[in-house]
């Protein structure tokens, strides 16, 4: 089967309806061993130091593997797609261009949707039978994000690795569903977990290796991942149409916020950290989050894939400490 790489998340129910391997090309980079020379290698080729990792990353990444062709999503992503796309033209990747309208027009978005269908060869009728399918599996993905916030019993990590993986389910539906049944039987037994914080985590997913992990360690948790929900479609729907209408991340900023305001709400927040990545035009969005949701916010800034450095940890200890604080003189009497 011919593998179909992409770079942000885009309707995978046509690919796997056209029989094709989806392969999310951010997670890829993400996971591969050696991520850092990956950045390095883009940047011996002559990638500027002043881009953003995650395109240096998906760059080698998709000059190395083995693709039959890229769906570059050149509106609702990143302003760096289409010299992304260019560059990767130049090596001789194919490209088929896909694009979210800035103002969720349905009309629009429902093109961009039919030319993908065309442009694989699969009918309507094939993809909503995948969609059945997919949605299976994205409410089970649901019920992971639920333990995760209800029943305390799934780890920030483990929520986000999840979640983010869903965007191209590992490009094999069948194993996909079984990791995720065979995570939900293990989790079912597991206790809650009693830490003092509740963060969310807002932005596009970490480029560090250990966020969560050092965040667990100050007898905090992360109980809400954003973009990685987003990326797991968590609305019930009925059309292809309606589901990525729904989804917040491709569109402006303020169905965002509402969408983090509500859950912040809803999984009783206690403060949000809100990742932005070194040279990224999203970073601007810092400003507009902090205006206009009501709680601390600590902006973390990656460049490259590395472990957290001491500067961002003493950071977070003290971000936490500053909650940890606020907590207790609210409970006091
Ligand atoms: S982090 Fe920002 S600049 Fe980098 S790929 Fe994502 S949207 Fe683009």
Not at 22 to 44: C, G, M, Y
Not at 50 to 67: F, P, Q
Request: hydrophobic share 35%; aromatic share 10%.
């Amino acid at each position: 089967m011919s593998k179909i790489g992409f770079t942000t998340t885009i309707p995978i129910e046509i690919l796997f309806a056209a029989g094709r391997i989806p392969v999310d090309l951010n997670n890829v980079f993400i996971t591969h061993p050696q991520k850092k020379s990956l950045v390095e290698e883009a940047e011996l080729e002559g990638f500027p130091r002043n881009i953003c990792g995650w395109i240096k990353g998906i760059y080698t990444v998709a000059t190395r593997s083995d693709l039959d062709e890229v769906i570059a999503v050149t509106q609702g992503d990143c302003s760096n797609t289409q010299a992304l796309m260019e560059t990767l033209q130049l090596k001789g990747v194919k490209i088929f261009p896909f694009a979210y309208p800035y103002d969720r027009d349905e009309e629009l978005l429902h093109l961009q949707i039919r030319k993908m269908m065309e442009h694989f060869g699969v009918t309507e009728a094939e993809v909503g039978r995948v969609k059945m399918k997919l949605d299976v599996i994205r409410e089970r993905l649901a019920l992971i994000d639920q333990l995760t916030w209800q029943e305390d019993t799934v780890s920030g990590f483990e929520n986000h690795y999840f979640l983010v993986s869903s965007s191209d389910m590992k490009g094999d539906l069948e194993a996909f569903q079984e990791e995720v049944e065979d995570f939900l039987r293990e989790a079912k037994g597991r206790k809650r977990s009693n830490s003092e914080i509740r963060l969310g985590y807002v932005g596009v997913p970490p480029i560090y290796d250990d966020l969560y992990s050092f965040v667990e360690e100050l007898n905090t948790r992360v109980v809400f991942n954003e973009t990685q929900r987003q990326f797991s479609m968590p609305y019930r729907t009925t059309t292809l149409l309606q589901q990525y209408l729904k989804y917040t991340y491709p569109y402006d900023i303020f169905s965002r916020l509402r969408d983090i305001r509500e859950e912040a709400r809803r999984r009783r927040i206690d403060g949000l950290l809100h990742y932005v990545q070194s040279f990224c035009f999203r970073q601007i969005e810092d400003l507009i989050l902090r205006y206009e949701v009501d709680l601390p916010v600590l902006t973390l800034e990656g460049d490259k894939p590395a472990p957290l450095d001491a500067r961002t940890k003493v950071r977070i200890e003290s971000f936490i400490e500053l909650l940890k604080g606020k907590k207790e003189g609210n409970s006091s009497p």
